[in-house]
């Protein structure tokens, strides 16, 4: 898996698995990866004790990682400040 994404790719995703308001859903649209194709990713690409954190953030209350738990109030996954990105394309500031 990690040998067809490029490098900049692996980076977009990590960044979206670590954004709170990033769910699933949008890596797997963009990307096209599930969730546990994120998870494979994720353990391999970071520390240990990062990708520990990473699980323990995701499964808590604090993370809005999945749509059917997120409240509904939420309609984007984007912070309003984050130019669009289209595509795989990061817009830098």
């Given at each position: 898996m990690n040998n067809e994404l490029?490098?900049?790719?692996?980076?977009r995703i990590i960044e979206m698995a670590?954004?709170?308001r990033t769910p699933f859903e949008a890596i797997q649209y963009q990307f096209g990866l599930q969730e546990k194709e994120v998870i494979r990713l994720m353990?391999?690409?970071?520390k240990a004790s990062s990708f520990k954190l990473?699980?323990?953030?995701v499964n808590s209350g604090v993370s809005q990682k999945h749509l059917k738990k997120?409240?509904?109030d939420i309609s984007r996954f984007k912070c309003s400040r984050?130019?669009?990105?289209t595509g795989n394309?990061?817009?830098k500031r």
């Amino acid at each position: 898996m990690n040998n067809e994404l490029g490098e900049k790719a692996i980076d977009r995703i990590i960044e979206m698995a670590w954004e709170d308001r990033t769910p699933f859903e949008a890596i797997q649209y963009q990307f096209g990866l599930q969730e546990k194709e994120v998870i494979r990713l994720m353990r391999s690409e970071l520390k240990a004790s990062s990708f520990k954190l990473w699980r323990k953030r995701v499964n808590s209350g604090v993370s809005q990682k999945h749509l059917k738990k997120r409240n509904p109030d939420i309609s984007r996954f984007k912070c309003s400040r984050q130019r669009s990105i289209t595509g795989n394309k990061i817009s830098k500031r």
